[in-house]
């Protein structure tokens, strides 16, 4: 199954009426984990997002708290090699920071005959980072789209210096440098999509490994800008306020995306080979409990993300029948 708009639209609603305190907090009505008499044990692989490739890690670590035994490899490549290691069977969970392309589905239904499930299981603010010692004080997507983009669907002006972005001093004449993901990456294609009104980036965009690499290349570049996941905030740089409008901009905090105004938040999913009308395998069936259990999304806090709430967990288990 793959998050529809639909689905997008209940996890945020029911972030938005579960957690209405401004601290992140994990959902008390979320069950703590307990393990199962006589454990379980065996391989977990995890293949896809780089920008979960830290909480997955935090996911594992706390797994095998409670089954020692269990043997755990995460691989964080980018969200578009999560679908095919799924279809060869060579990974058991494809975490991903996007939601399945309709090609992606189609190979898998025509591998095994049914869709692909992809559970929501955290909150990600896909932030645009600028050096701490930047001063712009917001953006807005059209301003993005400029910065990003050389076709500017969003009838931008092309901005090649910080100087046309209102900025003084030693910022008016020097260019903008620009830092983002590859194309493997689920947060590159989202941002392709939600950011750049689905325009092609520009050839001068320095193209990084990996989430923390946009990040470092940001802070060590006065005038630099990039794109990443709000949980590889640093201290060296600034994630800019950003709006749809100049009206309607929006810091990129926990309520601004529980609330739906950020427009750039999104659900962090993890992809299930699950088999209609068929239980899960004991360790598979665990590891998910896990993630939605109190302990699982305090990793979600740990690693800088948002946790989802109760309704939004029971949701999801219930998708692979394990409610």
Request: proline share 6%; charged share 20%.
């Amino acid at each position: 199954m793959n998050l529809t708009a639909s689905l997008r639209s209940i996890l945020l609603i029911a972030v938005a009426v579960s957690c209405l305190s401004a601290a992140v907090t994990v959902d008390p009505k979320l069950p703590d984990y307990k393990p199962v008499a006589g454990g379980v044990s065996g391989s977990i692989k995890s293949v896809g997002s780089d920008t979960m490739n830290n909480m997955m890690a935090l996911w594992g670590e706390g797994f095998q708290k409670f089954y020692p035994n269990v043997q755990i490899e995460i691989e964080g490549k980018g969200s578009s090699t999560a679908p095919p290691a799924l279809i060869n069977g060579t990974s058991t969970f494809g975490p991903m920071s996007r939601a399945m392309k309709q090609k992606e589905v189609d190979k898998f239904v025509s591998a095994f005959g049914y869709k692909p499930v992809q559970l929501p299981t955290s909150i990600d603010m896909l932030a645009v980072y600028v050096n701490k010692d930047n001063p712009i004080k917001n953006l807005t997507l059209k301003q993005v789209d400029g910065i990003f983009s050389k076709t500017r669907k969003s009838g931008s002006e092309d901005v090649t210096k910080w100087g046309q972005l209102g900025l003084s001093g030693d910022f008016t004449a020097a260019s903008v440098s620009t830092y983002g993901r590859n194309p493997a990456s689920g947060t590159y294609g989202y941002f392709k999509k939600h950011a750049l009104a689905k325009g092609d980036f520009k050839d001068s965009v320095k193209e990084q490994p990996g989430s923390s690499a946009v990040v470092q290349g940001v802070a060590k570049d006065k005038f630099g800008i990039g794109y990443s996941g709000i949980g590889y905030k640093t201290a060296d740089v600034r994630a800019v306020p950003l709006g749809k409008t100049a009206d309607t901009i929006f810091d990129a905090t926990p309520g601004n995306a529980y609330n739906g105004n950020y427009p750039l938040a999104r659900p962090l999913l993890l992809s299930v080979n699950f088999k209609p009308n068929q239980k899960l395998d004991p360790l598979r069936a665990e590891f998910i409990k896990f993630i939605f259990s109190k302990q699982g999304q305090a990793e979600v806090v740990k690693d800088g993300y948002l946790p989802i709430p109760a309704a939004v967990a029971d949701h999801a288990l219930a998708i692979v029948d394990l409610k």
